[in-house]
C-alpha cells in the first residue's frame, strides 16, 4: 500500500478497534486521528509524515528525546541477556543496579526500593504498604485506617489512587466504590479554596492542614501530597515553604507521607527530586513517568528502613509479608534503560543542570502571553508549566464551557507543528528536560502566535 493507503487503512482500524484513555470517543471516532508512526530527537511523526515537537514529552515522562543512542544501546545489551524474569523470590541485574543507584540519589533516610509498572501502582504501593505498616510496627497503631489529601489531588487510577484523588471529571463516577479520605484544601493561590490572598493569609492553606492532623492524627495512616506542583490540577504550584511544613506536622504527629513524585520527579522541577527543594525526607517516595526516560513502564517506592523493619517475619510468628507485586515488576529491560537515563540526566554539566536555565528561556516567552486578556495565571516550575485561560481576567471567571479554549489553543497549537495537550482551562507545556535551546525558543513562540489567532476567532464572534 502507499502512504496515503495505509494511513487511511491505520484510521479505520484506530476507530474500529482502539478505546483511548481521558478521550471522549464519539468526537474522537468523528475526527481524523493523528497516528504516532515514528519518532526522532524531540519530534513524533503522524501517518503522513507531519511532524510535531513532543511538547508535552509523551505524557510527561520523555526526558531526553526519541532514538537516544545510549538509551537505544542500553536496551539493544539488555535484551542480549534477558528481557524478562520474575522478581517474585528471585532478582536480577539491572534492576539491582538500579535500586543502589536510586537510593543513592534519593533524599537520605529511604533505603528500600520496591518496583512496580505505573505512577499509579507506585502510589497505590505506598497507600498498602502505609496501612499495613501500623498493624505490624513495633507499636501497632491499628486504628489509623485513613489518609489525608488535597484539595484538586490526581493520584493515579486504581482505586486506593482515586480514594485519595480530588478531581471531579476523573473520579465523581467511582464514589460508591472509595474508601473515605479527609481532605484539605489545595495550596492554590491563584484561586484560593478559602478565598484569602497570599500576600496576607501567612499560608492559611498549610495552617488548615496543621488542625486536620493534629485533629485526626490517631486514625491517620499517612498523608499523601505531590511535592511543589500539582500536575493533573492544572500545574498547581504550592507556596514556597508549604511542603516543608506538611512534613514538619506529619513528623509532630506520627504520621506517615508519601511524597507522590510520579510526575515532578526525575528533574521536571529542576531538581532530580522536588523534596530535595525544601530538605524534605518522605517516608514513601513514589516514582514512574521519567525514571526510564520515556522508553519502558517502570515504577518505584521507596520507603525508609524502619517501614522495611515492620514487614520482616520472625520464625513461627505471624506472617507479616507485603502480599502485592506484579507480573513485569522490576523488568531488567527498563531498569537498564533506567539506569543509562539516570547517567545522561547526572553527568556534569548534563540535562539536570540546565533545566533551570531553561525554564527562564521559557519564562520571557510566557511573559510576553499576559498580553492576552483572557490569560489569567502563569503557573511554571522547572519546565512544568500551566498558562491558564479564562474568560474574565479580573473576576478570574472562566471562559464557558462551549468556548473549550485551552482545548482550541492545543488544536491551533497542533497546526504549528507543537503537540500539547490541554488539563480543563489550562494549556500546559512540559517538554523533554534535554530540549535544545533553539527548540525551547521555538516552542514558547507557539502559544503567543496561537493565542493572536483565538484571539481573532474570538472577536469574529463578537467576544
Not at 473515605?180 to 484544601?185: A, F
Request: glycine share 8%; charged share 20%.
Amino acid at each position: 500500500l502507499g502512504m496515503n493507503e495505509t494511513a487511511m487503512q491505520l484510521e479505520l482500524w484506530d476507530k474500529a478497534y482502539n478505546w483511548h484513555p481521558f478521550t471522549p470517543m464519539a468526537s474522537y471516532i468523528e475526527s481524523h486521528p493523528i497516528i504516532i508512526t515514528k519518532a526522532h530527537g524531540f519530534f513524533l511523526v503522524d501517518q503522513f509524515g507531519n511532524e510535531y515537537i513532543d511538547g508535552f514529552s509523551s505524557l510527561w515522562c520523555n526526558l531526553h528525546g526519541h532514538q537516544v543512542p545510549e538509551l537505544d544501546n542500553a536496551l539493544k545489551e539488555q535484551l542480549q541477556k534477558v528481557a524478562h524474569s520474575t522478581f517474585l523470590g528471585l532478582s536480577n541485574e539491572p534492576a539491582t543496579i538500579l535500586a543502589k543507584r536510586l537510593i543513592e540519589l534519593a533524599p537520605k533516610g529511604l533505603t528500600r526500593v520496591f518496583y512496580s509498572d505505573s505512577g499509579a501502582t507506585a502510589v497505590e504501593v505506598a497507600l498498602k504498604m502505609a496501612f499495613q505498616f501500623w498493624h505490624q510496627c513495633p507499636n501497632p497503631r491499628k486504628n489509623k485506617t485513613k489518609f489525608l489529601a488535597l484539595g484538586m489531588a490526581y493520584h493515579g487510577d486504581t482505586m486506593g489512587d482515586v480514594s485519595i484523588g480530588d478531581l471531579g471529571r476523573f473520579h465523581d463516577m467511582f464514589k460508591p466504590l472509595l474508601f473515605p479520605t479527609i481532605k484539605s484544601p489545595a495550596p492554590f493561590c491563584y484561586r484560593c479554596p478559602l478565598q484569602l490572598k497570599p500576600e496576607s493569609c501567612g499560608m492559611a492553606c498549610a495552617l488548615e492542614l496543621e488542625k486536620l492532623v493534629e485533629q485526626h492524627a490517631d486514625e491517620l495512616v499517612a498523608v499523601v501530597i505531590e511535592p511543589l506542583v500539582q500536575g493533573a490540577a492544572g500545574m498547581v504550584t504550592a507556596p514556597e515553604g508549604f511542603l516543608k511544613r506538611v512534613r514538619e506536622v506529619t513528623k509532630k504527629h506520627d504520621v506517615l507521607l508519601i511524597a507522590d513524585e510520579v510526575a515532578v520527579g526525575f528533574g521536571r522541577t529542576g531538581t532530580l527530586f522536588a523534596c530535595e527543594q525544601e530538605e524534605v525526607v518522605p517516608d514513601f517516595l513514589c516514582l514512574a513517568k521519567g525514571i526510564t526516560g520515556g522508553y519502558l513502564p517502570l515504577a518505584a517506592t521507596l520507603a525508609t528502613e524502619e517501614v522495611f523493619n515492620a514487614f520482616l517475619n520472625e520464625p513461627g510468628k505471624e506472617d507479616k509479608t507485603f502480599q502485592h507485586g506484579h507480573t513485569y515488576t522490576a523488568n531488567p529491560l527498563g531498569a537498564a534503560v533506567a539506569i543509562a537515563s539516570l547517567d545522561l540526566l547526572m553527568k556534569d554539566n548534563g540535562v539536570l543542570a540546565q533545566v533551570e536555565a531553561k525554564g527562564q528561556r521559557m519564562q520571557r516567552h510566557l511573559d510576553r502571553l499576559w498580553e492576552f486578556s483572557f490569560v489569567g495565571d502563569i503557573r511554571r516550575s522547572g519546565l512544568m508549566i500551566g498558562i491558564e485561560l479564562v474568560g474574565n481576567r479580573e473576576t478570574r471567571m472562566p471562559f464557558p464551557a462551549n468556548i473549550n479554549a485551552a482545548h482550541a489553543i492545543c488544536m491551533l497549537a497542533g497546526k504549528h507543528g507543537l503537540m500539547i495537550r490541554p488539563l480543563g482551562d489550562v494549556v500546559v507545556l512540559m517538554p523533554p528536560l534535554a530540549i535544545p535551546e533553539e527548540l525551547v525558543d521555538r516552542i514558547g513562540e507557539v502559544p503567543y502566535n496561537c493565542m493572536m489567532e483565538f484571539s481573532l476567532q474570538l472577536s469574529g464572534q463578537g467576544g
